[in-house]
């Protein structure tokens, strides 16, 4: 059976504080600390490319648990900042690594809901094509396309990257899933000739509305009940949608953590990154839901073997 | 069991001749026609966009089969030309055709591989996910990169789509895949500032030099002859590239057919075209292969049930 092992990640050290940017945005302490819940955002530096980032959560996972490249059968990147279109940042990671040609490679398309619908698409691939070890690296840099000046984005957006190893000895294990779009809202989360433009209230209540009624079709499609699930880790989009989430449901704070005051939302990386401390933890069983650009959501339960 | 119901595509009516095109390219008809294979090639108007192509072909496949959208439970997109990075095809897509909140989308990045990837990470997500219907779609329009005074790419690149409807009545179903990528070789065909470059020699050679193989491997995995294959269809890169792999693996040409004269290269569309006009026919055993970007390549084989 197929499932995570392990993940390794990278969050490049530059910061930009948000607490610098009090007076140009008009915010205050409160507004930082309990509504976005960010004090400073991550930032690659210039010159390191989304495959750069791609290959530094590599080498932390390799750091992590052995990995010989040549057993590597599959790597898929989740991304929607590529380092150009044409080829798939994956191949470039391939080949900035020297895989295998028997490698498998292919990147996904998808905002913050990446990292969910890869769990499930890409072990699903690697199950019906026979492989054992293959790699989701996700890495989103959203610097290359926030204007910092625009109060919506800039101060939210951090860059990181995760790679999470899919193995058939693995630590946990992906249960049931939920899946859902809303593409007549996409212009709510849109690059418009290169820079992101957010309606974040509307983004925020599509998230409100929508995420409560689709944890509960996962416990349901999944047979628990929502107090038999130990962990719920949410898309960190802000301190304010988690808790707002956590609440609708009446899920306490404490198993609905949100943790990314210092580097920000990192997109599809928020999920593999929070998962990646939970792994050597106790939770036995860990609800997982990212939602965002598209519109679009993905839910999926993990047990622990 | 899932597989291959149906297929819709559509090719844009505008041609650009490349009889037209002799003096300033300096080439002669046998160039043109027993070379490249293309005596034409499509485009898609200025305001089609990659979505718009994507809503053509299904609209097509909705000519051909009953299709209800709220049965529609996944659409996948195959694109490395998308209407912008953010949001994926899929939302947009999703959007434009009104499909139902539960229906799971997201857009693979692959090139001229695509289509046979596509398939078997498709089939596999739908089935670990217990879905009857899905869409992949293929949408490819290089004209959006394509330098029209470039003699490696501009005579042979067309815009189409293809919407090929996954389902489990299906006329065709997939059995093993081969997979393949040498990421070393990414910058022989790659999008710089926005312009397709295309070493052709280069790309020729490892198709050349990969794909019978690759073939081989096919027909070994699935335990089968090569000359109990009843059809071969190459991804159609150019009219000698499919021979000469053909003539490598000992093929005559009336299995493994050349036929984009009239429309060109269309990158992930050229194998479900192909594959539309085959799906009412006898072939009982296709080998189908997709290569190009990334370097990379895959290919499988279909049963007709």
């Known amino acids: ?40 955002v991550s ?14 959560a590599f080498e932390e996972l390799g750091r992590k648990t052995a990995l010989e490249k040549e057993d590597i059968e599959a790597v898929v990147v989740v991304t929607q900042n590529p380092d150009r279109n ?21 990147d996904i398309s998808l905002g913050c809901s990446g ?14 094509n ?8 996700t890495a989103d840099p959203y610097s290359k396309v926030v204007d910092p000046n625009d109060k919506n984005t800039a101060l939210l957006f951090g860059d990181a990257a ?9 630590r946990l294990v992906s249960q049931k899933f939920t899946f859902g779009t809303l593409g007549v809202e996409h212009e709510k989360l849109i690059c418009n000739d290169g820079t992101l433009f957010m309606n974040g209230r509307a983004v925020f209540n599509f998230a ?23 962990l719920f880790l949410f898309h960190q989009g802000s301190k304010i949608i988690v808790e707002t989430i956590a609440d609708k449901l009446g899920i306490p704070l404490e198993k609905a953590p949100y943790k990314t005051y210092d580097y920000g939302n990192t997109v599809s990386s928020t999920l593999p990154i929070l998962l990646a401390d939970e792994l050597h933890k106790e939770a036995r069983t860990i609800a997982i839901c990212g939602f965002g ?6 839910s999926g339960l993990l047990k622990r073997l």
């Open 293 to 298: 650009v598209g519109l679009s959501w993905a």
């Open 130 to 137: 026979g492989m054992k070890k293959g790699i989701i690296i």
């Open 43 to 56: 930032l690659k530096s210039a010159d390191e490319e989304t495959s750069d980032l791609c290959v530094k």
């Open 208 to 230: 409100a509305k929508t995420i409560p009624g689709d944890i509960r079709l996962l416990a349901e499609k999944n047979d628990i009940a929502l107090d038999a699930i130990d």
């Open 162 to 170: 995760a790679a999470t190893l899919i193995s058939d000895t693995p």
């Open 115 to 128: 990292f969910v619908y890869a769990l499930s698409v890409f072990q699903a691939f690697m199950a019906a």
């Open 1 to 40: 059976m197929l499932g995570i092992e392990e993940i390794g990640y990278y969050i490049p050290t530059e910061r930009i504080s948000n607490y610098q940017r009090k007076e140009q945005f008009g915010i205050d302490d409160h507004f930082i600390e309990q509504k976005i819940g960010v004090k400073q």
């Open 86 to 106: 044409i080829p798939h940042v994956s191949a470039m990671v391939h080949g900035k690594l020297d895989l295998s040609p028997q490698c498998a490679c292919f």
